[in-house]
Structure formats: C-alpha cells, structure tokens
C-alpha cells in the first residue's frame, strides 16, 4: 500500500524539478517519432519505390501528426476531468468520460 505523502509530491516539489521529470518522457517520445520518420524515408527512398514513396510518406507524415494531436487533446482532457472527477468522488461523469473517450475516436 502507497503512503499517503507519496500521493502529494505534485502540490509539494519544486515547479523546474516537476517540469524537467514529466518532460524528459515527452521529448524522448517526440524524438522517437522523428527518428521512425527520418529511417521510414531511407528504407522507402532505397527501395525499387523510389522518390515516390519518399513523396508519398511526405504526405501522409503530416496526418499522423495530426491524428497524434488529437488523441494526446482526448487522453489529456480525459486525465484531467477523470482525475477531478476522483476528486469530487463523482463516478458516474467518471464512467461517462471513459465512454466518450474511447467512442469519439471511432466515429
């Protein structure tokens, strides 16, 4: 079982310690991706496809950014309202949300 002062390390530590532990994970994600692109490109340029699939892959890479954006936008605003809704002890907006997270993406 957790102790209860490891639940409050957000309201107590430091804003620039918090800030550099939750971001070294985003930006090593946002890395991650530029890599897959950039070895995408080489393996798509080097194959019989040529400069059309390097084309084709210019193309596409910007919807996938775009479809990332909109998953981080629905996962981070389902956190935030499920963890407010916690707060509040409020479990049927909580169910409500998880529902309405999952479904939008498939519509």
């Known amino acids: 079982m957790q102790n209860q002062n490891d639940n409050k390390f957000l309201g107590e530590k ?6 550099l532990k939750f971001s070294i994970p985003c930006i090593l994600s946002l890395l991650i991706s530029s890599l897959y692109n950039i070895v995408d490109q080489i393996f798509v340029g080097n194959s019989s496809v040529g400069y059309l699939g390097n084309a084709a892959t210019t193309v596409v890479y910007p ?5 990332v954006a909109v998953a981080w936008c629905l996962g981070d605003g389902s956190a935030a309202f499920l963890s407010l809704c916690q707060g509040r002890n409020d479990t049927k907006d909580y169910h409500k949300s998880i529902g309405n997270s999952i479904l939008f993406p498939l519509l």
Not at 14 to 19: E, G, I, Q, R
């Open 63 to 67: 919807l996938t950014v775009i479809a």
């Open 14 to 19: 430091k804003v620039s310690k918090l800030l």
